[in-house]
């Protein structure tokens, strides 16, 4: 289970980390962060079973359950890797609404993001 919110918490800070256009800013920012894997962008792109742009829909849930996180439902506008038909899915952010760190909120509804997806164990 750590491995899987470590893995999803990852996911989410490189998600962030691409979206943003002040680049270098963020790089040392996640340098920075001491929950955070360091790993190679071409690595990354290597081991992603699906990369999307989304646009996030729907904010399903959230719980504090075992660990705070919130799921939503997004529509998928273009797949850059992965099966070329997805058009919604569902994930999760490890992070609520009443567990926010620095600069690492929730995202919102209507939010554009590019996901670096791999299958969910558990």
């Known amino acids: 289970?750590?491995?899987?919110?470590?893995?999803?918490?990852?996911?989410?800070?490189?998600?962030?980390?691409?979206?943003?256009?002040?680049?270098?800013?963020h790089i040392q920012e996640v340098k920075d962060a001491p929950?955070?894997?360091s790993i190679y962008f071409e690595?990354?792109?290597?081991k992603s079973e699906v990369i999307a742009e989304i646009k996030i829909t729907d904010n399903l849930d959230e719980t504090d359950n075992p660990s705070p996180k919130t799921f939503f439902q997004a529509d998928v506008i273009t797949v850059i890797k992965g099966d070329k038909n997805l058009e919604t899915l569902k994930f999760m952010q490890g992070v609520n609404s009443g567990d926010t760190f620095e600069g690492y909120t929730v995202f919102e509804v209507g939010q554009k993001l590019v996901l670096f997806l791999s299958k969910a164990i558990g």
């Open 35 to 37: 929950f955070i894997q």
């Open 1 to 25: 289970m750590k491995k899987l919110v470590i893995s999803i918490l990852l996911l989410i800070t490189l998600t962030l980390f691409c979206s943003c256009s002040e680049t270098e800013t």
């Open 43 to 46: 690595s990354l792109l290597e």
